[in-house]
């Protein structure tokens, strides 16, 4: 063990310093936010525990796919926890979602166990809304908090957070089946106080800190790549078994340990980083202090609509709305929202998210009518699981290597992504022999590809100062795009085709009898419509590029390397001491 071998040879002050600057260090917040995007998955669970609600509530299914329209909607409208976040300190908000989290799935776990009299129908939409919408919190709380504190490998931080996200629905599931075996009403109690938890215990943790450089950061987050590689092989490797395997609880406990020693395996990695800056610096452990945001002064002789942020004029959310500043200062947030750039952006995820998780949200539905056996619809549910998880990865890191290396602009790499999801698309329209396999690893691919790429390009046009908002109103184009796509296409034309085959089949259909389509017809126009509707965002997706071409060609992390003026002769690695948590017992100031 690389942490114990380096505990060993440390006398017991060294030991100190060194949990004091790994607690207090960037590193660190880091590792927090993996385990807090881990733990908060609970939306992508829903169809493990919808049987339940199902049965104890005696509800049909128009009603419990009510219920999961207001998840998918609680699960992708953080606008609120964006506006929060904007004032207050991170742990505000993760604490806020830690208690929406507990008590929106607690009171269905209420319900579904019969200890509560059963909700009327608004009531359980209210629950699974609230505890959906705690996602956001958690969100909100640690990732934004990581780009801030990571500017110029902001891409990478996305892929990686956002991959732990996709790979979180497994990692719970293995923890659900070692702790209560085949207790499915269990797992609604276990999403209702695991990532609560979680949240609470590094509350203090999370937070802003003044980024610095580091000249082996983009290795730093490899190694984490590498780690979460590991974990995403290991529980599809495990997903595969358990499918083919009956397992005993025994082997469950077997198989979690194993994901809760990669969980927290990136802990030895910050423990090597902090342990190199400590060797270079000999720290004194009684005197970390932790750099804190641009200070705020307002000044006696400035006017009531400005504050003076480093002796300029700061513009107010209200002002200048349709004069913005240059692509990449930091806008308000309304010269953000009502930017050309913006729109074309959020209108181009519409089109890319909305295709992708309509087709992933009836993907049990469409291998069925297609004809598929049941255990190659399993199959499909867990290769979008972890091709979700590469894309959002893959579009991270290698977008940020060749934004870094070749300037490529990031909304062409966009564009290409929703190029690529046409290919899914049109496999299942038109219902290629085995085609739902590969569109299953496409479609997964591209959805979570898109994500890290959207919100890296909001943070890159707009600037970090009110990432939190303009980050999740990015979010908002998910349910828009489902909303349209799956509701009014996908569902409607299932529907009228399922009619049409139980009328030429003479069969009269009975109250409440779910209407079932058999064959390609089902899907096809669907596909062929959200097809063109993809293809159609990606042209809008173009005409961002063209817009923004000359501004990726540029230095676009240039303002975060500002150069640092330092008292008493400090040096730039003892400025990068100070940052991560610590100081050489010199006092800084940058001008």
Known sequence: MVVERMVNSMGLSETKTLITQVITGRWFVVFASFLIMSASGATYMFGLYSSDIKTSLAYDQTTLNLLSFFKDLGGNFGVLSGLINELTPPWVVLAMGSLLNFFGYFMIWLAVTKKIKKPQVWQMCLYICIGANSQSFANTGSLVTCVKNFPETRGVVLGILKGYVGLSGAIITQLYSAIYFDDTKALILLIAWLPAVISFVFLRIVRYMKPVRQSNELGVFYKFLYISLGLAGFLLVMIIVQKKVSFKQSEYIGSASVVLILLFLPLAVVFVEQKK?????????????????????????????????????????????????????????????????????????????????????????????????????????????????????????????????????????????????????????????????????????????????????????????????????????????????NVRVAGHLYDKEAKKQLLKSGVPRKYGHELNCVGASCYKLSFIIITATTLFGAIISLILVARTIKFYKGDIYKRYREPVEVDNGATTAEMTVLQNGGKKGQETKAT
């Not at 994500?451 to 184009?477: H, R």
Request: proline letters at 4%.
């Open 277 to 485: 800056i400590q060797m270079s610096h000999k720290l004194d452990p009684f005197s970390v202090k932790i750099a804190t945001n641009h200070q705020v002064e307002k000044v006696a002789n400035c006017d009531d609509d400005a504050v003076v942020l480093g002796g300029e004029k700061e513009t107010r959310w209200w002002q200048n709305i349709f004069s913005p500043p240059e692509k990449g200062e930091d806008f308000t947030i309304l010269q953000a929202l009502f930017s050309i750039d913006m729109l074309l952006l959020f209108f181009a995820g519409t089109c890319g998210v909305g295709g992708t998780l309509t087709a992933i949200d009836n993907l049990g539905q469409i291998g069925t009518s297609l004809g598929y056996p049941k255990t190659s619809i399993s199959t499909f549910v867990s290769l979008v699981s972890i091709w979700n998880y590469l894309g959002r990865v893959f579009s991270g890191f290698v977008s940020e290597h060749f934004l870094t290396k070749y300037n490529f602009p990031r909304p062409l790499m966009l564009t290409l992504t929703m190029f690529l999801s046409c290919v899914g698309h049109l496999l299942i329209a038109f219902d290629v022999p085995n085609g739902l396999y590969v569109a299953s690893v496409i479609i997964g691919f591209c959805f979570g590809a898109q994500w890290p790429l959207i919100f890296a390009i909001i943070s890159e046009l707009f600037g970090l100062k009110y990432y939190s908002t303009l980050y999740n109103f990015g979010g908002v184009a998910s349910p828009i795009g489902l909303y349209v796509l």
